[in-house]
Nanobody
C-alpha cells in the first residue's frame, strides 16, 4: 500500500520559516518525481515546487526565491523548506509522487501564517 504522509505544518508569524516533510512508503521512492502543491480554503490546488529523480527542481512564481525543495532517497522523504513566509502562503500543503501513470497523493499538512 502506497502512503505519503506530510508533516511539519503549523502556525508561523510572517517572515518566519517552516520545513515540511513528505515521508513515502510502499514505493521505490528514488524512482518517483515529487511535487508539492497547496490549496487555500475555497480555492483550487496550485503548484508549488517539484524535484525530479535526478534532482532537477522547479518552483511556482509566488514561491521562487523563498522555498526550497529537496529529497533524501535514503530516508524515502522529500522536504519543502519555506522561508520568509507570508500570510498568502496560508494553505494546506500536499505532496505528490508521480511517475508515468503512477500518481500518489498525501493528505496534506496545514500551514497558517499569521501574526
Amino acid at each position: 500500500q502506497v502512503k505519503l504522509v506530510e508533516s511539519g505544518g503549523g502556525l508561523m508569524q510572517p517572515g518566519g520559516s517552516l520545513r515540511l516533510s513528505c515521508a513515502a512508503s510502499g514505493i521505490i521512492f528514488s524512482g518517483f518525481n515529487i511535487a508539492w502543491y497547496r490549496r487555500a480554503p475555497g480555492t483550487q490546488r496550485k503548484f508549488v515546487a517539484f524535484i525530479t529523480t535526478s534532482g532537477e527542481t522547479g518552483y511556482g512564481d509566488s514561491v521562487k526565491g523563498r522555498f526550497t525543495v529537496s529529497r533524501d532517497n535514503a530516508k524515502n522523504t522529500a522536504y519543502l523548506e519555506m522561508d520568509n513566509l507570508k500570510p498568502e502562503d496560508t494553505s494546506e500543503y500536499l505532496c505528490n509522487a508521480y511517475r508515468g501513470i503512477d500518481d500518489y497523493w498525501g493528505r496534506g499538512t496545514l500551514v497558517t501564517v499569521s501574526s
